[in-house]
């Protein structure tokens, strides 16, 4: 997770600049080749760039896929902090009109120099970050999680053995198995070892679910969708001193176990509402 990664190339600057001066809208790739006379192809590997690292999302319409910014992502509250200090609090906006064929889509634009102002601002952001990422072996408020189905459909979970509290009365017992990435690492690693050690099953991630900032404990979380690559234990557990207890649930039961925030994109991903 680098917010370097937003800042590499002149075309995905030209697609952050576009998406935050129409921010809560949705375009499919089509539109934003016509908007940003850009390669189509190049449009969408960075897309898909942006959405591996939970800035964008995206949904199916039809035959269409719409993207559009990810307000889940911790990353956008940086990001507009640092447009509003280079713009000042009334905004140095421009609108921007579109042809006849587009007569319909009025865009608010950024001006350059602001724009340039706020790449320079997130380079700094970036070069701070790394510098105190490299004093640390790994990063402790970065989560990843599995959400592991069976054969049965049921759903893989782990008790704490210590319950930890959170904002308001949320109490951290019941979660699905998971832990802290080490900088080595990516991701799916992370999230493969943790799910070994603390429950003994080996596991693969297929796709992540969802990436968003906890609203009841001070940590992000990729949920990854995982693959039970066999369906039984390889090796005995690593950490019994903090699991009291392993169990395959019903996802309806879910609920009833968990004492916090239940991620949305999750329920959905396991059928519920």
């Known amino acids: 997770m680098k917010l370097i990664g937003l800042i590499k190339s002149k075309t995905r600057k030209k697609i952050l600049r576009f998406f935050f001066s129409n921010r809560g809208k949705k375009y499919y790739l089509r539109e934003l080749e016509r908007f940003l006379l850009l390669p189509v192809g190049n449009i969408r590997r960075e897309l898909i ?6 800035v964008f999302s995206r949904e199916k319409r039809g035959n269409l896929v719409y993207y559009f910014l990810n307000e889940n992502s ?11 200090k280079s713009v000042g609090k009334k905004g140095k906006w421009e609108l921007k009109k579109e042809s006849k064929k587009d007569k ?3 865009l608010i634009v950024i001006k350059k120099d602001d724009l340039d102002s706020l790449f320079s601002k997130m380079s700094e952001l970036e070069n701070i970050l790394e510098t105190l990422l490299q004093q640390k072996s790994v990063v402790e408020d970065f989560i990843n999680v599995g959400i592991v189905k069976n054969s049965a459909g049921k ?30 690492e990516t991701r799916e690693e992370c999230v493969a070892r943790k799910v070994l050690a603390e429950t003994g099953y080996k596991v693969k991630s297929i796709k992540e679910i969802s990436f968003k900032r906890h609203p009841q404990f001070p940590v992000f979380i990729v949920y990854h969708l995982c693959r039970l690559t066999s369906p039984k234990p390889i090796v005995k557990a690593k950490e019994p001193h903090e699991i009291a207890e392993i169990r395959w649930v019903k996802p309806k039961e879910i609920k009833k176990l968990f004492t916090s925030n239940f991620d949305s994109s999750v329920r959905n991903e396991l059928g519920l509402r």
């Open 74 to 84: 911790p990353f956008l509250e940086i990001i507009e902090s640092i447009i509003l």
């Open 49 to 54: 760039s942006l959405e591996k690292i939970g």
């Open 155 to 184: 759903v893989l979970l782990i008790k704490h053995a210590k319950k930890e509290k959170g904002e308001g009365k949320s109490i951290l017992s019941w979660v699905f198995p998971g832990g802290t990435q080490r900088l080595n």
């Open 104 to 106: 319909d889509v009025n």
